[in-house]
């Protein structure tokens, strides 16, 4: 579900009571707004007695302070004022939005002495405020009372300087926050409410936005030739489905830029079945297709620029009687045989009918995938870096650089001539698996045997789209990773 927070920007206020967040730097003698919800200095003297040092995200709470308009007082710290980045401003947002339960209202200055606070930054805030506020409580019928408190909407007013600045920069940065936040849901649902149909009913969703939403059925797909996806659907009764976004907001005759995702909305493994242990999780094995979707509502949301192609590939991998078996060999769309030697390496197989798809009918400038495909990738980066494959060292290093400003961060692995041999078979063009090493380079390299000669990369998410750590904007099993490094990437290099 969305946060709850109904947030404004004005370059002056009066406190009345309530709550009142102050930032401050750990280099400036006082916090933003201390003259006005602390005339009598009890702040600076708590601070002195906490030793609080305003370290980033640190917080000095102080509840019905001494000579101040404000029922509570809780400062946040940004740490070294010449330090501060984007991200910081959101992981500051998330702080001051932890803080928010149960209150009605909330006034925040974030205009702190020494800090060069410009519109970016007070959108930035406002968006980890919504990141961070985000939860998934469908299900629950019962609350605790902190839930039920939270489950109001407050008012929070940001009070900077450059307030409309602010407020414009904030229209933009708030369809970021719906972009996230969509892709958390997907991931959350539970597998028996969001399978392959009730997912593209949601991409189809998108089409209030102006994006143009086709949907495969099983019958077209099979017309087309798409065996691989197709073999991993026919052991579940729930039909699969293709679902293709298209946002034309470029010039009429530019080239796509193209994201394809990964649908598993449930893995047991097929016949290759996983152990029983934590296959719960397994309803994220989607955060691919979620984060093309999220990306694309952002893209039509904020009327980007650009002409960009979504397709998200939508199977369930169940071990029916008509399950495919390994040693299966299956026809791709391509026209490339494949042999199945594991079951449970399925998402490359849905990949790679996708990708041929995507490149075919849109000729793109370039494809981007995401899938949480394997978990060799977590063996090596953990949740911390998203694998990155790619054959185009500019697209590589521009996924790179987008990484870092949204702290969506990827790591590039090598591809090479040794690991695409391991995925050669004795009986088909290919295997789907290259066995138990190198595993997340030989899944990289099945996929680049699909693209041709177009720029390509492979975001191997496995680790950071579901299950990763907690952090100041982040309280959600279902991360939504993907979505704000995507809507970068498409910002800073193919926007007109």
């Known amino acids: 579900m969305a946060a709850k927070f ?19 730097a750990s280099d400036a003698d006082s916090a933003a707004g201390a003259e006005i919800a602390d005339p009598a200095g009890v702040i600076a003297r708590a601070a002195k007695i906490a030793k609080f040092s305003a370290k980033p995200v640190s917080t000095l709470d102080l509840v019905a302070p001494e000579g101040s308009p404000a029922e509570r007082v809780i400062v946040v710290g940004l740490g070294k004022a010449e330090e501060l980045t984007a991200h910081d401003w959101l992981k500051a947002g998330g702080t001051a939005a932890s803080k928010i339960k149960g209150a009605e209202k909330a006034m925040v200055f974030i205009d702190a002495p020494g800090v060069g606070v410009d519109a970016r930054a007070g959108a930035d805030f406002a968006l980890g405020m919504l990141l961070r506020g985000y939860s998934f409580d469908t299900y629950k019928t019962k609350k605790t009372d902190d839930e039920d408190k939270a489950s109001g909407k407050a008012k ?36 028996n409410v969001l399978g392959p149909v009730e997912f593209a009913a949601k ?40 679902a293709i976004m298209q946002w034309k907001g470029g010039k009429a005759k530019e080239r796509p830029v193209a994201f394809i995702g990964k649908g598993v909305v449930f893995d047991t ?13 397994m309803k994220g094995d989607m955060g691919g297709a979620a984060a093309v979707t999220g990306l694309m509502h952002v893209l039509a949301a904020r009327k980007a620029a650009v002409n960009a192609v979504g397709i998200i590939g939508l199977v369930e991998n169940m071990p029916d009687g008509n399950a495919q078996r390994p040693g299966d060999i299956v026809t791709s769309m391509s026209g490339q045989t494949i042999e199945v030697i594991n079951t449970d390496a399925e998402g490359r197989l849905v990949l790679c009918d996708a990708l041929w798809y995507c490149n075919d009918r849109f000729k793109p400038q370039f494809m981007v995938n995401l899938a949480t495909l394997t978990g060799a990738v977590v063996v090596a980066l953990g949740s911390v870096y998203a694998g990155l494959f790619s054959n185009d060292d500019t697209l590589a290093g521009q996924l790179t650089e987008a990484g870092f400003s949204t702290s969506e961060k990827v790591w590039r692995m090598p591809l090479g001539k040794e690991y695409d041999k391991m995925i050669d078979s004795k009986f088909a063009d290919m295997k789907n698996t290259g066995g138990r090493y190198a595993g997340s380079i030989t899944a ?49 290099h193919y926007e007109a």
């Open 156 to 191: 929070v007013t940001i009070v900077t300087a450059d307030a409309a600045g602010a407020r414009r920069a904030f229209a933009d940065a708030e369809t970021v926050a719906d972009g996230v936040n969509l892709a958390r849901d997907l991931v959350n649902e539970p597998p």
């Open 444 to 492: 990289a390299h099945f996929l680049k045997r699909f693209v041709q000669d177009t720029r390509w990369a492979h975001l191997d998410i496995a680790g950071t789209a579901m299950g990763s750590p907690l952090d100041e904007i982040n309280q959600s099993w279902g991360s939504g990773f993907g979505v704000r490094l995507l809507d970068r990437l498409v910002r800073d």
């Open 6 to 24: 109904d947030i404004s920007f004005s370059k002056s206020a009066k406190i009345s009571g309530g709550l009142t967040i102050l930032l401050k």
């Open 269 to 281: 493994g097929g016949i290759s079945i996983k152990p029983a242990a934590g296959m719960e999780d």
């Open 203 to 242: 991409a189809k969703e998108l089409e209030k936005l102006g994006v143009e939403v086709e949907i495969l059925t099983e019958r077209e797909m099979k017309r087309l030739g798409m065996g691989a996806l197709l073999g991993v659907a026919q052991g579940s009764v729930r039909p699969p489905r293709l």
